[in-house]
């Protein structure tokens, strides 16, 4: 089947707004058997659109449309898809008594224009949207079925999810059920992940897709697999899952939707213990992936952020700093930990050995460890590397497993 990614607005088309809602329906796309022919991009003009429409509706079997669906001027998909139709737009009762409701519960009267979402062509089929006021629907265009959804991104991922892809299936005629298993892993680059798991026979013999998807300072690697059912795709997902873990081993972070920091706090709360950070240079990014997290509140001591290191009574990034650094700020705050993370940066000119020199110090009750590096790249790069290994460091520590254990974005 053909398909086509038809994303609309003038800040997607002009670049002041990166396109991630596309790169993610395409992912999720390709993940479940589907392959995407044609992705377009088109601005809030009326006239570009009704032919965008048009062209897509000749050529395609299905067309995902991202966008245009809010309360705004600017927010053309309803009229367009109506005239590309030949049908008129109707009011939709059901969905303006949904907006209605929603504004309700928060305390809030509905602005006028939000009327505008519950505009749709005549006879379109209505596509939930249960998180948010866009109403998403189907129309068919030319020779192509036409699915709209909202540009608010974690509306249209739940909305492709859980409406748009099994409409798609349907029409493809692909039966069966999918899954997709991520392992998030931090210290190998893709092509070494590749190396150590492409000869599992399940990925050779096709059974199993294996991908990659490289976002540093983390890897996601995923197994992609259809079955008949799920009780036969489980029988053939686990003891690869099995093997993937073992493979992959300590650099395993995280799995599907879990984060580093989300297991690094749950491990906390399980043990019913506590942390406090200090950090110079990084700017309170370590602080910024515990603090916010859920349950946070319960473990979560105390952040300090230095930019120069002689604020904390210490000089650079080596292991006495991060061991004192560490040990001073846990006996302040009584935290059961106390984590350290010291970035000291290259200065002058860039050069492809540019970096920086970090040292992370763990402090608990049995003492302090530390971990020195030497991470290559512009101080961008050096600072999501080191928060990553600081907070890996301490997951590592937390679950009796190697802090020293060698990276690969580390300079040897």
Known sequence: MRVEILCTGDEILTGKTINTNYSHIARRLVEVGLGVHWGTTVGDDRGSLLQAFRQAGERADAVIVNGGLGPTVDDLSQEVAAEACGVPLVLSDYWMKRMEESYARRGRVMPPNNRKQAMLPQDAEFIDNPIGTACGFAVTIGKARFFFTPGVPREMRRMVDEQVIPRLLALSGITGVTRLKRFHSFGIGESRADGMLSDIPAFQDGSIKLGFQAHYPEL????????????????????????????????????DDQTLEGVVLGALLAKGLSVATVETASGGHLAA????????????????????????????????????????????????????????????????????????GIADADGAVTRPARLVGNRDWV????????????????????????????RR
């Open 220 to 255: 996601e690697t995923k197994l992609a697999v259809r079955g008949d059912s799920e009780a036969a795709l489980a029988a053939v997902l686990a003891p690869v899952e099995a093997e993937v873990r073992r493979r992959l081993g300590n650099f395993v972070i995280a799995e």
């Open 289 to 360: 992936r515990l603090a916010p997290q859920p349950g946070a509140e319960k473990v979560f001591r105390k952040s300090v952020v230095a930019r120069n290191p002689a604020e904390l009574g210490i000089a650079g990034a080596n292991d006495d700093a991060a061991r004192t650094a560490a040990t001073a700020l846990r006996a302040e705050t009584g935290a059961s930990h106390a984590l350290a993370l010291l970035v000291e940066m290259d200065d002058g000119p860039e050069r492809p050995d540019m970096g920086g020199t970090v040292c992370i």
């Open 383 to 410: 600072r999501a590397g080191a928060v990553e290994m600081a907070l890996d460091c301490l997951r590592r520590h937390l679950l009796g497993l190697p802090v020293d254990e060698r990276i690969d974005f580390e």
